[in-house]
């Protein structure tokens, strides 16, 4: 059997409503950590995926486009509702993502573009990654931990250089990481250990 066909015979759900994009949040969340826009945006995909197989269904262009309307004003308020209630939290999501990025190695600039991708106001971004010359160098070094570059492997000064600035670093934070021991590094990175 195609996909088509099987799809032909698959009855159309209902069209999504408030309940119905509230499970679906619910079970997005229930996986994925999420901020308030990148719920929007899941919702607003299931809405356009059930608007897709309706026009494939053959239903009229007009009750397709009045339970798309509906549908589009019941995102904000379930949003809304489970902000309310805590299961979505834009500044505990930023916090843990700051976190367990630096733990891997990126540099805050790349953290704070990593966070506006996800729809994190840019004033919470900064609050949460403040400038740490520390907090970078530690995030340097397991950097270049992860990539076996100096003082962690074998390698070129110039090469763990290049490889830091296309990772954002600073060139000053580069240049101390690089220029490290590997026990000063390991030392260096006994910082990320305590967040």
Not at 12 to 18: H, I, R, S, T
Request: hydrophobic share 45%.
């Amino acid at each position: 059997m195609s996909k088509a066909t099987r799809n032909a015979t698959r009855p159309l759900p209902k069209p999504p409503d408030e309940a119905t994009l509230r499970e679906s949040a619910l079970a997005h969340l229930a996986r994925f950590a999420a901020t308030q826009a990148g719920l929007a945006r899941v919702l607003n995909r299931r809405i356009d995926r059930w608007a897709r197989a309706a026009e494939g269904a053959g239903l009229e262009a007009e009750t397709i486009a009045a339970a798309l309307r509906k549908a589009r004003v019941a995102v904000p308020a379930v949003v809304d509702a489970l902000s309310a209630v805590g299961a979505v939290d834009d500044a505990a999501f930023a916090d843990g993502r700051a976190r367990r990025l630096t733990r891997q190695g990126k540099s805050r600039r790349a953290t704070l573009a990593h966070l506006a991708g996800k729809g994190v106001d840019s004033a919470l971004a900064e609050s949460v990654v403040p400038e740490d010359p520390a907090r970078d160098l530690a995030a340097a070094c397991a950097y270049l931990r992860r990539r076996r570059l100096p003082p962690f492997g074998p390698g070129e000064r110039v090469r763990a250089l290049a490889a830091l600035a296309r990772g954002g670093f600073a060139r000053d934070i580069a240049e101390r990481a690089v220029d490290l021991d590997p026990d000063e590094a390991d030392a260096a990175l006994s910082v990320l250990r305590q967040t």
